[in-house]
């Protein structure tokens, strides 16, 4: 009797350790996420975008037999969020290749460890023969931890990791054994000028998916979720092919950014299925050639819905690129389409040609900014950069459009700095987005105020 309670007990034990999960439960849907900004928001509202990112950095599993090189990729502005911080260090600990970059500079106490921890083993290598200098050590091992003696000359396990490291510039370095980094752009990664303002996230596997892309308005920062309305779109594509594709295209631009690789001329831009993807500095960017310019310029105001509706929600929109995309809007208002606007951070003269429109009665107007503590500084505001379409877009006479992305309406946004945008042709899409503009407008001011 002793005997058999004794291997039921191990039978026990061994079925526990054979069934433990092996993936998480956790499944990133394919759609838009918001915040609402604080004085509205909770605590849940107002992290919901930072903390969706961090949620699918969290469930990012380390190597397996399924997927043997995971990988992270992040792009953003600013960084301070110290949960940010934790979740990337601890995905690197548990194996994940975790390639972070920001712009030079931030100055915050979580992206200095971030950067410490995931350089903690990297080497110098000035004439890139794949060793480390005389005298170089690295300061850690992986991610951080007890560095345990000499090191192997090519840590690699990607070999094309080996090409995605610069061996040229002055702040060259080389991927150590854990296949992670965390590097500060001094201005455009790709461009002469201007800053890495890219934010992008991007995820060869969380939870039970594959090849997972977020593009958002949003850094990983306290102040943009707590003071700004923005917005994140997740990526998981039609099929296991275009999710891959649409990984693959973040992934070479992202090595692109690390390698300090300029942009030239042309415009970076990627189909993959329902999604436009594009990536800047194009270094003469201007009128003649400006994407966002061309994307106004095949709205028809006469659609399968009656008057098509357009719906813009833009953060900084100034100078002259902005006059011209101001004027672009009045124009298809005059055509018959309807076009409402909501603005925050606006130059003099674009804010007096949107109100003179405004006050004919030629398109709606909102003011999403407030100042909420009376020192003089509007805090809150509409931190987004979309534009919505609904009716006649190029052939479509029924088309369903958000464009959204990184960039400002401002001269220089897609000339000098690092700025990705995304267009998605898809009614769900549209759906989500039009709602959240639709939040966004009822936390807004209507001008010309009808009191």
């Known amino acids: 009797m002793l005997t058999r309670l004794t291997a039921v007990l191990a039978a026990l034990l061994t079925t526990t350790v054979v069934w433990a999960p092996s993936a998480s439960a956790y499944e990133p849907r394919e759609d838009g996420t918001y915040n609402v ?82 350089n903690g083993d990297n080497i110098n290598d000035a004439n890139g023969n794949g060793t480390q200098d005389p005298g170089e050590e690295p300061s850690t091992g992986a991610c951080g931890g007890d560095f345990a003696g000499a090191r192997d000359a090519d840590p690699l396990t990607d070999a094309q990791a080996v090409e995605s490291m610069s061996t040229t510039t002055e702040d060259s370095f080389t991927w150590g054994g854990d296949r992670s980094y965390a590097k500060m752009c001094n201005g455009s990664c790709r461009g002469a000028g201007g800053n890495m303002h890219s934010k992008f996230y991007a995820f060869s596997r969380t939870g039970t998916a594959d090849n997972v892309v977020m593009v958002s ?86 659609s399968a819905f009656g008057r098509t509706q357009v719906h813009v929600s833009q953060f900084y929109w100034a100078k002259t690129r902005g006059m011209y995309l101001a004027a672009k809007l009045i124009d298809l208002a005059r055509a018959g389409c309807g076009v409402h606007v909501i603005h925050a951070a606006v130059g003099v003269d674009v804010v007096k040609r949107l109100r003179d429109a405004a006050r004919r009665h030629e398109i709606t107007l909102y003011d999403s900014r407030w100042d909420f503590n009376h020192d003089g500084n509007k805090e809150i505001r509409a931190h987004s950069k979309y534009v919505l379409v609904k009716g006649k877009f190029g052939t479509d006479s029924a088309a369903r459009m958000v464009m959204t992305g990184t960039a400002n309406w401002v001269d220089g946004s897609l000339s000098r700095g690092d700025e990705n945008t995304l267009n998605i042709k898809k009614a769900a899409a549209y759906q989500d987005y039009i709602e959240n503009w639709n939040d966004v407008r009822q936390h807004s001011r209507k001008f010309p105020n009808r009191s």
């Not at 969706?52 to 469930?59: D, L, Q, S």
């Not at 995971?70 to 911080?85: G, M, Y």
């Open 217 to 302: 308005s949003s850094n990983l920062n306290y102040g943009g979720a707590a003071l700004g309305w923005n917005d994140l779109y997740t990526m998981r594509g039609d099929s296991p092919v275009e999710a891959a594709d649409n990984f693959a295209v973040y992934n070479q631009i992202h090595r692109e950014m690390t390698d300090d690789d300029r942009a030239d001329d042309q415009l970076r831009e990627h189909k993959v299925g329902d999604y436009t993807h594009r990536f800047f500095p194009m270094r003469n960017a201007d009128r003649s050639n400006d994407p966002t310019l061309a994307d106004l310029n095949k709205i028809g105001c006469r």
């Open 37 to 118: 900004p604080r004085h509205w928001g909770t605590s849940t509202q107002i992290y919901r975008i930072v903390r969706t990112v961090e949620t699918a950095i969290t469930e990012t599993p380390g190597p397996s037999a399924e997927e043997p090189n995971p990988v992270i990729l992040i792009s953003s502005f600013l960084f301070d969020r110290d949960q940010s911080a934790d979740a990337l260090i601890a995905a690197c600990r548990r194996g994940v290749s975790v390639r972070v970059i920001m712009d030079a500079d931030i100055d915050a106490q979580a992206a200095e460890r971030v950067m410490k921890v995931l």
